[in-house]
């Protein structure tokens, strides 16, 4: 396996040399990773659970080690919502890692969007999702619940090819401090059936590990930005202050720190929120340290016990998932699962698959979420869910209205 030092001047570079056959990709505020060619594709067979998979990766790592690919091997790719579908995990031949992108240095390709005309099919329709909101409500009500995760999709059909790095670079420069991601879906390096990849720049740290250290950065409790700087202003600030977006960020924050309590020896938790932002969203934030009482706890294990955390579900979890299984309209597949690395060494970083679609030669499917706590309302709930497809739909040109053709919706700004 072919490695390099990191190399602040090749970081643009790396996302330059990205290709549909390329097997991984990931770029943070503190480095970027390309991972090129297959060693072997794990393939979950549905069955067994995360144990099983934790011993698959250790086992293919092992195999990399043996046949001299690489001192510390890497396994890279994309877990799902459903602990029981299949992961998207290889070992790949060639890696290379750079410092975080030069975003004001940056000049290879054009952050243009290119002019095309989309077709779009939401699913579900948007007043069939607020009525899945009031069905969450209800179950709220009830005491079965205290929070849902509802979503939707987008389903979009182009008429020209996507061109994903294009769209992978327009994604990078709009989100410098996010997670900006591409998997390559198929097993295989070739695209024989065609370009498949999962695409997002996601802003949430699910957990990062390097050493004994861990990081964790939940997320939840959200508002759109407006472009009108005093309004933009006033949104954050209501949201800091918002009862219900609070409540709903300490669930989240707490089911996380209990998560993680018995693998460290100290954890550190913040007592208020922050605020984090987007080019699109504000988010309540919390940046959760912890020192691990054994290093030889991977990051893979970690996630998994992680996930899915009340931001992506709910709570209590095994109802929150019954729900969602019973109210979405649609299978959820990648999205809000978690995407990352894992090396031989157990160091690795995995995001929440979120702000992302699936993409194929000429159609993208796109996944946005909100979560549902008393208090909440269909309009409320939709309008983010609205706000949080932004992220996607400008890296595809969708601000471009004459170049739009909306099925079943009157226009963008309604989605």
Known sequence: MKTSMPNREKAEQLLYDYTPESSFFLASSKHTLLANGVFTCLRHDGITNYHSLQEQVDAALDKAKRYGLSDNPVVVG???????????????????????????QMTNISGEAPVSSYTINPVPLPEEYEQAVNQGLKRI????????????????????????????????????????????????????SGQRAL?????????????????????????????????????????????????????????????????????????EPSLLHTKTMWHLSTVIEGTLSSEAVTSLQLAQALHPTPAVCGTP?????????SIESFERGLFTGMVGWNDSRGDGEWVVTIRCAEVA?????LFAGAGIVDGSTPTGELAETSAKFQTMLQAIGMSRDEAVQIRGIKNAETL
């Open 78 to 104: 994309a877990i799902p919502f459903n602990s029981e579908q299949e992961a998207y995990l290889k070992v790949p031949l060639f890696t290379s890692w750079s410092n975080a992108l030069p975003f004001k």
């Open 141 to 192: 009500s009830a005491g079965e619940l205290k929070k849902i995760v509802l979503s939707r999709s987008l389903e979009v059909t182009t008429e020209e090819k996507v061109i994903i790095r294009d769209l992978l670079y327009r994604l990078a420069m709009a989100n410098p401090d996010g997670y900006t991601f591409a998997v390559n879906l198929n097993d295989d390096a070739t695209l024989a």
């Open 199 to 271: 695409i997002g720049a996601s802003p949430e740290l699910l957990i990062s590990k390097k050493g004994i250290k861990v990081t964790a950065n939940p997320l939840a409790g959200s508002a759109p930005r407006s472009q009108d700087k005093e309004e933009d202003a006033q949104r954050s600030s209501a949201l800091l202050q918002s009862a219900k977006d609070r409540h709903e960020h300490a669930v989240v924050v707490g089911s996380v720190a209990e998560a993680l309590k018995p693998f460290c020896k100290s954890l550190h938790v913040p007592e």
């Open 317 to 325: 979890t095994a109802a929150a998932k019954k729900a969602i299984q």
């Open 361 to 365: 030669d000429y159609t993208l499917k």
